[in-house]
């Protein structure tokens, strides 16, 4: 059975990169019909946080994918040992009784390039035996083939044929001075016990698998096929990290900048890979069908942001796209938090009047919290007094303009057509435009020129906020600020 598995480090938040990662896992085993494994990779002890920890849960949650297992590496300690152990008595790994300073390090302290300390490589077992029984710290290194040397290969699913020689990997470490594994034992070792087929992962780790290789290989083990991801790079080609590039890096911000999860899952998806069909809207079951690593880009991959605008204009216009694409009960039941959350208690029956008025309008779900502000707050923004002004018309037309609408608007009942033919009559018994008499009174109820329709909008605030609202502006008119 095809098994794949995701491995974050709960040493930050859930970097875009990884979320990438998890997708393309994801998708792979959703169209084989196979088992997504989450292992958290938490042997790292001094930098892992339960703060990173919430926040990579919280991001994977809201990508609302699933999983099918979960381990922690943590609770496996055991079988990594044993596993070091039964390496190094088949005599592929030795033990480094070099100081701390360069024994638990991948690379001794030595000066230049470092391969292996041949003190330790060629200390008889005997004394190796005995210092450890003395209780001498050390580090448990892999026996890399030197003499001969020979070289590693696998053929990479994206990348295709690598090569390596033996004579260019140092002796990595296993087990650290205190005992925990390292990156590579507890990776390999869980890989082979949870019979992961394959892994699939960042271009940063093509050179760790020359490694992993002849870990597995030590082991015993069947090799995995490997599947490595072209990075995700910022405008100026530069790795995005969260010290060059802020909070854009990661996914709780799209989260709580009012992305949908699908949507950004399918932008994450065309970042790097490419569907044959060449489309860009894509159904969770058509990623689904359509993924292949065939698709996938060799070249990083670009996330274009700016100063100005810090999320990628692809993912900005597919999120507006799937917005649009939402019933609106639906898309109601999204946006009431978002503007019960910015401080607006208002109720569900009244947000899903607004809804279908601002769903147009709205790129991302905190949108709706300046498309449509108006119908939450009580007094409107300051808008500058000639914004009332009508299209070739002045200050004294905007007063009549406004003071027929308050009458007219007195004596109107309060639904769509009502108002249209209301206000359709009074803007001809003052000859004027409809134009020119819709513009003061949207400003007036609005306090912008840019909204929804009017008569829609004057439906949902109602009579008595709309008077309120006309009134306060024809008193705007009469002591400018």
Not at 95 to 122: I, Y
Not at 155 to 170: H, M, N, R
Not at 341 to 368: C, K
């Amino acid at each position: 059975m095809l098994r794949v598995r995701f491995a974050p480090s709960p040493t930050g938040f859930l970097h875009i990169g990884s979320a990438r990662t998890f997708i393309f896992n994801w998708l792979y085993a959703r169209r084989h019909g196979g088992a997504m494994i989450l292992r958290i990779d938490d042997t790292d002890v001094e930098r892992n946080t339960a703060q990173s920890l919430e926040s990579i849960f919280e991001g994977l949650r809201w990508l609302d994918l699933g999983w099918d297992e979960q381990y922690r590496q943590s609770e496996r300690l055991a079988f990594h040992r044993a596993m070091a152990d039964a390496i190094f008595r088949k005599g592929l790994a030795y033990r480094d009784f070099t100081p701390a300073a360069g024994g638990d390090s991948e690379k001794s302290g030595a000066q230049g390039t470092w391969l292996f300390n041949p003190d330790m490589r060629e200390l008889p077992r005997e004394e190796s035996d005995r210092r450890a029984a003395a209780g001498e710290p050390f580090a448990l290194r892999f026996r890399v083939p030197r003499d001969p040397e020979r070289e590693i290969r696998f053929t990479d699913l994206v990348y295709g044929p690598q090569a390596k020689s033996t004579a260019d990997i140092e002796d990595f470490a296993l087990l650290r001075s205190d005992g925990m594994p390292t990156y590579h034992l507890a990776s390999c070792a869980d890989d082979v016990d949870l019979r992961i087929s394959h892994i699939v992962r960042g271009q940063d780790h093509i050179t760790n698998t020359f490694k992993h290789v002849l870990i597995f290989e030590a082991a015993g083990a069947d090799l995995p096929e490997f599947a490595h991801l072209p990075l995700l790079v910022a405008p100026d080609n530069t790795k995005l990290s969260k010290r060059r590039h802020g909070p854009v890096v990661s996914v709780t911000t799209y989260r709580d900048s009012g992305f949908l999860p699908h949507a950004f899952v399918n932008f994450l998806c065309l970042v790097g890979w490419s569907p044959k069909n060449d489309r860009e809207q894509l159904s969770r079951q058509e990623l689904i069908e359509l993924f292949s690593f065939d698709g996938v880009h060799r070249s990083n991959a670009v996330v274009n942001f700016s100063e100005a605008d810090p999320f990628d204009p692809k993912a900005v216009w597919l999120n507006a796209e799937a917005i649009r694409a939402l019933d609106p009960a639906e898309l109601s039941v999204l946006l009431l938090p978002v503007v019960r959350g910015a401080g607006f208690p208002i109720e569900p029956d009244y947000m899903a009047r607004i809804t279908p008025l601002v769903r147009e309008r709205i790129r991302l779900l905190n949108d709706v919290l300046t498309v449509g502000d108006f119908f939450f707050r009580d007094e409107l923004a300051l808008y500058d007094v000639a914004e009332l002004v009508p299209k070739k018309g002045d200050l004294a037309l905007a007063g009549r303009v406004l003071e027929k609408a308050g009458e007219t608007l007195a004596a109107t009942e309060f639904s769509h057509d009502a108002l249209e033919a209301s206000l359709r009559g009074a803007s001809q018994s003052l000859g004027i435009k409809a134009g020119q008499m819709f513009e003061p009174i949207r400003v007036a109820v609005c306090g912008r020129k840019t909204a929804p329709p009017l008569f829609s909008t004057l439906e949902v605030l109602g009579q008595s906020t709309s008077l309120r609202r006309i009134r306060q502006a024809i008193d705007k008119l009469h002591s400018p600020v």
